[in-house]
């Protein structure tokens, strides 16, 4: 891991970049501010979604400890209250979870942030799948019901039809299948307006958006432009050093790199596996 963070310091002073943010003492966001509905009317909204109650057997087998609280949850919770701090540091609300290339874990890891994120009360949390070539955030939840939240961001269907809560304060945009304009449609206006639009509706504190990987496609890259950070995810033994360096570079070219998280770690002291590099 020390070869790692260093290896990652090398190219970003290669590039000439320094990173990094101070994080405030306090990790708790305040109720976001921006929305432009009262509290009455965004509450109505959030009451008036499909409920959804996962089934705990897929959650373990998908590895989404932090369902469960406890122990297993602790990492989740480490990387919560980090994103939290630099959120509320700089005001970020959207965050984009990828990878340099797929199978890394970044549905793992958006789906066990959205649990540990909901255990904050006061903090309200969607998790949006933009991820529409390999949607898998329905499964990994256990979510059966059909949905198409990129019918929701073409116009075609309003966001409480593609949009299921859990418990009052977390939401899961998630798809069923994969759509073929996925390319355009993150990168089109019209999206970024409806997400605009959701977002003054539901007033989330966090935005999570469960991304396609940086290197193969261009969804990511024309979605990042929109989003406030990222966290790019990376997978032990399977990612290399260039290919992160690469990943992280584009995304400082379009947004803040939240931190770099090491995931798929055997030798860690985590009984998930993962460690969390912030830049
Ligand atoms: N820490 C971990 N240890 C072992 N296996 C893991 C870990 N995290 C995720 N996995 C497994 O790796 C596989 C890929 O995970 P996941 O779907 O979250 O990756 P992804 O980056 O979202 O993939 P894609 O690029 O296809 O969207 C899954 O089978 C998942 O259960
Ligand atoms: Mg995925």
């Not at 057997?57 to 919770?77: C, K, M, Q, T, W």
């Not at 255990?119 to 939840?141: F, K």
């Not at 584009?250 to 993962?274: D, F």
Request: proline share 5%; glycine share 6%; charged share 20%.
């Amino acid at each position: 891991m020390e070869r790692l963070q260093e290896a990652l310091s090398r190219a970003r002073e290669r590039r000439g970049q320094t990173g990094g943010t101070t994080p405030p003492a306090s990790p708790t966001l305040t109720r976001n501010k921006m929305a432009s509905r009262s509290e009455g009317s965004t509450n109505e909204a959030w009451q008036a979604l499909r409920s959804f109650e996962p089934n705990e057997r897929i959650l373990r087998a998908n590895r989404v400890v932090s369902y469960f609280g406890g122990n297993d949850a602790g990492p989740f919770d480490m990387m919560r209250t980090k994103i939290l701090q630099q959120a509320k540091a700089n005001n970020w609300r959207r965050i984009v979870v990828t990878s340099p290339t797929a199978q890394c874990g970044k549905t793992t890891i958006a789906a066990n942030l959205a649990f540990s994120l909901a255990r904050q009360a006061e903090l309200r949390t969607l998790v949006i799948e933009v991820d529409m070539r390999r949607p898998e955030l329905a499964n990994t939840i256990g979510l059966t019901e059909k949905m198409a939240f990129a019918r929701v961001l073409n116009g075609q269907d309003e966001p409480a039809q593609h949009i299921v809560s859990y418990g009052p304060n977390l939401a899961f945009g998630t798809n069923s299948s994969p759509v073929s304009n996925s390319s355009e449609l993150l990168q089109s206006s019209a999206a970024h307006d409806r997400l605009k639009e959701i977002e003054a509706i539901y007033a989330p504190d966090i935005v999570i958006f469960d991304a396609p990987p940086m290197l193969g496609s261009d969804d990511t890259h024309g979605f990042l432009g929109f989003a406030d950070a990222a966290i790019l995810v990376a997978a032990a033994e399977m990612t290399t050093i260039s290919e992160i360096d690469v990943a992280e570079s584009e995304i400082a070219s379009m947004t803040q790199v939240m931190g770099v998280v090491m995931n798929k770690c055997r030798l860690t002291g985590s009984s998930y596996g993962y460690n969390y590099s912030y830049s």
